[in-house]
């Protein structure tokens, strides 16, 4: 069953972890976390949810919004062993730290059966008091994604209100862009 | 001179609306307003700027986000005259507002000129108080513009701050999706 | 009616030229000839049918096969006047030569009633006799476009048969491309 | 060194077949063969050149075109093993036959070697004559590479002359399509 949104999310059990040291969600905790589900041989993770979960961090502060990626193989698990992962890893020119899901005897990784993952490409967003979200199975617009994640980052500290009201987001920004609190807003 | 983001954007001047009669900027009021400006035989506009906005529409609420075109034609005047827009329109099945921004006897529309645009295609964000936040030309990737009108959806009567400090995004909501509201969170 | 395939193409009634003067079909014996029927505010021409043409002319020799473009306006007529079709083909930057389809007092315009097309984008393709050899309506791949184009070509001049029986294509060669009379073929 | 175009192709050196068993160039005389050489963990192999494979495979009829894969694994050998390209070649949808490139002990698969490959994706063209005829490494646009085809097609017994001298291509055929033979040419 999937989780709640709303309810905080379990910690994941990653035996391995690749572009970082051991990593928990506690560690993350004040900053909005996107966490892309995925498997390295699966044709709409490489097409679409790896593509766009690199987007994401290149577009939202590295203080407001982390990446993370989570290989949660449930099929076809001796072509995707962490080994190979790192190949696929260096070939795609993946960014961001990559966790690899903890393998159980039944066939699904631990943490795809913690979360309630339909399956992959799957996308979850945690709020900066470490609670899930949004869930998203499949394709899901930029445009979309965007929106939600700059939801979440406007709950936490990266928006100011100042005297008159108006308020600084914190994601997103650039010389120009919507940030008034630069362009004499205020 | 570009307008300063942060200040009141002043109303457009417009000689004819297609898909609504007479509108004005301070009827908006309370609303975020996406502008699109463009011309008809501009490129990037058919092939990036109208489908973005087309895009914002589909995504966003229409109690939250007002997406309006606004046609600023400053060349090639006579092969876009408002009747070949209207044709325009029509094919490319544009289902949003759009304004003709007005004639002036140097070439460049007056509504061009009052906002300082430098050319087509280009975007502005209108927060839900008037004020300009966001002042883009050229190609804007989706999932920034996602965030940054998010955010300004977030200013305003769509969050809620509920007793335990969570908030409800007003914008781009769907059920399973980031409002915590529906599914238990708070 | 659709004029059948094989036989003779009837010459175009043409109004006017954009990038040539006065250009007539039996100029062009020998070679192949691609002819995209358009209209300026068709959005399929603008995103396949146009595009595709530029490609055909940019890949294959301009000794073997002549791209012209075909404007004919059968809807909103007065959007796309010969002056406005100038514009367009400036701002898209077209680069082979348009005729602008006489009108005639029906709607659709003459040339477009002689071949009997069913609407824009068509892609039409004469061999070096002068036969109407393919009629397209619609998208058409490009790598079956190439083919067809590459067939024609093979027909005439552009293919040699030397002493052992190989042959050097004529079309969309390049060094070390297809062609082994270049490479020690023979 | 690469493989002069023009000289009879060397053939393969196959591990192990996906798809077929036990395929010789020479049981393919007669047609015209496009081989893929790739590696499953190639972004470029999975972005461009297999999907093209696979579009090449549907233009062209079986009996003109014959369509392989050779699986030339360089690098990252351990993560690219037959077991996991059977793997990759379900969860891809490959439809041709596809061959594991044997392995040496210097790293650079056998049948790499005997043709020359610089890397991956590389797309071999071969005639009706077992001659190579052309070599692309890297991305080839559809356009080109239909055409490259065809002109290998019209070389052999897909091209009938008929008395009054014109012909029928062999390939990428269709009604309304080039053929004249059907549509009454001849």
Same mark, same amino acid.
């Given at each position: 069953?999937?989780?709640?949104?709303?309810? &905080?999310?379990?910690?994941?059990?990653?035996?391995?972890?690749?572009?970082?040291?051991?990593?928990?969600?506690?560690?993350?905790?004040?900053?909005?976390?996107? !966490?892309?589900?995925?498997?390295?041989?699966? &044709?709409? #993770?490489?097409?679409?949810?790896? =593509?766009?979960?690199?987007? !994401?961090?290149?577009?939202?502060?590295?203080?407001?919004?982390?990446?993370?990626?989570?290989?949660?193989?449930?099929?076809? *698990?001796?072509?995707?062993? &962490? *080994?190979?992962?790192?190949?696929?890893?260096?070939?795609?020119?993946?960014?961001? =730290?990559?966790?690899?899901?903890? =393998?159980?005897?039944?066939?699904?990784?631990?943490?795809?059966?913690?979360?309630?993952?339909?399956?992959? =490409?799957?996308?979850?967003?945690?709020?900066?008091?470490?609670?899930?979200?949004?869930?998203?199975?499949?394709?899901?617009?930029?445009?979309?994604?965007?929106?939600? !994640?700059?939801?979440?980052?406007?709950?936490?500290?990266?928006?100011?209100?100042?005297?008159?009201?108006?308020?600084?987001?914190?994601?997103?920004?650039?010389?120009?862009? !919507?940030? #008034?609190?630069?362009?004499?807003?205020?």
């Amino acid at each position: 069953m999937a989780l709640q949104t709303g309810q &905080p999310l379990p910690d994941w059990s990653v035996e391995r972890w690749f572009g970082h040291a051991g990593l928990q969600l506690a560690d993350l905790r004040g900053r909005v976390v996107a !966490i892309e589900a995925f498997q390295m041989l699966c &044709p709409g #993770c490489v097409s679409h949810g790896l =593509p766009q979960a690199q987007r !994401i961090r290149d577009t939202f502060a590295a203080d407001d919004v982390v990446v993370l990626g989570l290989h949660t193989v449930f099929e076809h *698990h001796a072509a995707m062993q &962490p *080994h190979a992962l790192e190949a696929f890893l260096h070939e795609y020119r993946i960014r961001f =730290p990559v966790g690899v899901d903890s =393998p159980s005897a039944e066939g699904t990784p631990e943490t795809m059966r913690r979360y309630g993952l339909r399956g992959t =490409p799957s996308l979850l967003l945690v709020d900066r008091a470490g609670r899930l979200r949004a869930h998203h199975f499949g394709a899901v617009p930029d445009l979309r994604v965007g929106a939600e !994640i700059a939801a979440l980052v406007g709950e936490g500290g990266g928006v100011e209100v100042t005297d008159d009201g108006a308020r600084e987001p914190g994601g997103a920004r650039e010389p120009g862009g !919507i940030g #008034c609190g630069l362009e004499g807003c205020g």
